[in-house]
C-alpha cells in the first residue's frame, strides 16, 4: 500500500513545521544564553581593558630589555600583567577597584563579580564571576560564563562587550 499525494504532502508539512519549532526554540535559546552572559562579559571587558591600559603604560615607561621582555612575555603568552613580586598587591588593588565598577555580580550571582585566587573545580561555583589570580609575578584574570566554561581573554579582546552596545542598561 502506498501514501498518496495529500498523506506525503501532510507529512512533508509536519516535518517542517517540527523542524522550524526546533530551529526557532534553538534561535530563542541562545539569545536567553547570550544576553545573560553579557554581564560576565562586561566584567571580563572590565579587567581586561584596565589591564590593556596598564600594559601599554608599563611598556610606554619602561627602559630596562630585561623587564621589558617579561612585560611582553607575560602578555602574549598568558594576556596577563607582569609586576613581579608587586603582583598580590597590584591583584588586591585592582581587585577592589574592579568590584566597584561592577556594582552587582554577573547573572545574579551572590558573590562579588571579581574574586581573587584560584577557580574552584565545580563549574557551578565558578559560574558567572571573574578570577583574578596572581601566577610567577602575573596577575592573570579568567572569566566564566554562566555555565562555568572558561572564557578565552584573546576571543574576548578581539569581540569586547561594551556598556554603550546595550541601551537598556
Not at 613581579?84 to 598587591?89: E, I, K, L, P, T
Not at 577597584?97 to 561555583?125: D, H, I
Request: net charge neutral; with cysteine.
Amino acid at each position: 500500500m502506498t501514501a498518496g499525494p495529500a498523506s506525503r504532502r501532510y507529512f512533508a508539512i509536519v516535518l517542517f513545521s517540527l523542524i522550524g519549532l526546533y530551529g526557532l526554540f534553538a534561535a530563542v535559546l541562545s539569545w536567553q544564553v547570550i544576553q545573560a552572559q553579557d554581564s560576565v562579559r562586561n566584567n571580563l571587558s572590565i579587567a581586561l581593558n584596565s589591564m590593556d591600559f596598564l600594559h601599554q603604560r608599563q611598556i610606554d615607561l619602561e627602559n630596562d630589555p630585561a623587564v621589558r621582555g617579561e612585560l611582553q612575555s607575560a602578555w602574549a603568552e598568558h594576556r596577563a600583567l607582569w609586576v613581579g613580586s608587586d603582583a598580590q598587591r597590584w591583584g588586591q588593588a585592582l581587585l577592589q577597584e574592579w568590584n566597584k565598577a561592577a556594582v552587582t555580580p554577573a547573572c545574579g550571582a551572590k558573590s562579588p563579580a571579581f574574586v581573587l585566587g584560584k577557580a574552584p573545580e565545580n563549574r557551578q561555583a565558578r559560574a558567572c564571576h571573574v578570577y583574578v589570580a596572581i601566577v610567577d609575578g602575573r596577575v592573570q584574570v579568567t572569566g566564566y560564563d554562566t555555565q562555568g566554561a572558561a572564557m578565552d581573554n584573546f576571543y574576548e579582546s578581539l569581540y569586547p562587550f561594551r556598556i554603550d552596545d546595550n541601551p537598556t542598561r
